[in-house]
């Protein structure tokens, strides 16, 4: 393969980006998305803090996410991921050791504001920009690919609370540190902006004969400005926020509600968090490759409805088999649906200005990100119930069903 920097001669460079992608993503789940909830009942006992304020803290950290969006956006689409990543994932640690040694609501609230501004420029906007440039054709599968790296880091929840009961919650915390140090920042070294900088197209240079027989087709090229006027901007963006109503909620408040609701013990409780995380991998993989062959539209439609009726389902739930269906219902709908809608965004409007858009889209979806969370503590503080709570969020992820058919593809014209 011909290329200015002899990047990728023998195998595409893309793919691994994708593999670095799922490092990084890999210890983002396992260590934060995921292991947050984690980290509730332990801190609450220390402090004494209600369960209202440790969802506001969570909030707080995707609050900070969505509004940085745009900025985040321009910084990737200008300064390439590489150099956003490294110095992302070198405030991602700097915030777990700032974590470790809370003594106070406000030095919480600062140690997670440095985890989440670190998490966000090190960790999905500007892996999943990466992999948009880097593909096209292929590009549900590859991202489904990277994403099922936060998936497989749910895999280390019952350990993190196996380690957080054996050694306090702020070793763990100092440990988590280390390892993103270690591990994070040397990933972040391998990503690279667009493949025409290297000689190279998206999905790699097709031979003579294949380009004869596919050729490739014009993409969208948008830019921000015009992705905001057009309405499939904001019906992704609303039923990609009705989708994280529920996966915030379910990571903020799933062990608390599993060992206060349902009965269970944080060990079990944790188990059937691995089992979720095992069924978002299947989603992410198989809804990548179904993403490249199927209308996007329907499969995110269907995904919404099994979010709805996992929240009934946790709503009621008395044991553990109750709990396992949930976990089986959400785990699917979440890994095939969060592959889909941001591989569609793509589809839509194109390489050109992707980060920019999505981070402006962020602004909207945090608001589902941050106002789950915390609805839910504040119903559960009020009832001491969260089945209030989870019942609404399954009616609103029926909403954002109706916005995800909603969601045609948009025309792109000289003035639109």
Known sequence: MVGTHHLGDVLFYGWIIVGAGFVVQLLNGGLLFHAFSAYVLPLQAEFGWSRTILASAFALVRLESGILGPAQGWLIDRMGPRKVMTAGNALFAIGFLLFAHTSSLTSFYVALATIALGSSLGGFMPISTTVMQWFSRHRSTALGLTLAGMGTGGLLVPA???LIQLHGWRWMAMCSALLIACITIPASQLMRRRPEDYGQRPDGELDQQEASVTPPQAEPSFSAGEALRTRAFWFLSLVHASALLIVGTVLVHQIPHMVEGVGLSQTRAGQVVALLVVVVIGGQLSGGWIGDRVDKRWIIFIAMWMHAVAMVVFAYATTIAGTMIFAVLH????????????????????????ATISGLSAMLIMVGMTSGPLFSGIVRDLTGSYRGAFLTLALLAVLGSIAALAARPPLQTSSA
């Open 331 to 354: 785990g699917a709908a979440w890994g095939i649906r969060g592959t889909i809608i941001n591989s569609i965004r793509a589809d839509y409007f194109g390489r050109r200005a992707y």
């Open 160 to 162: 993190v609370v196996y």
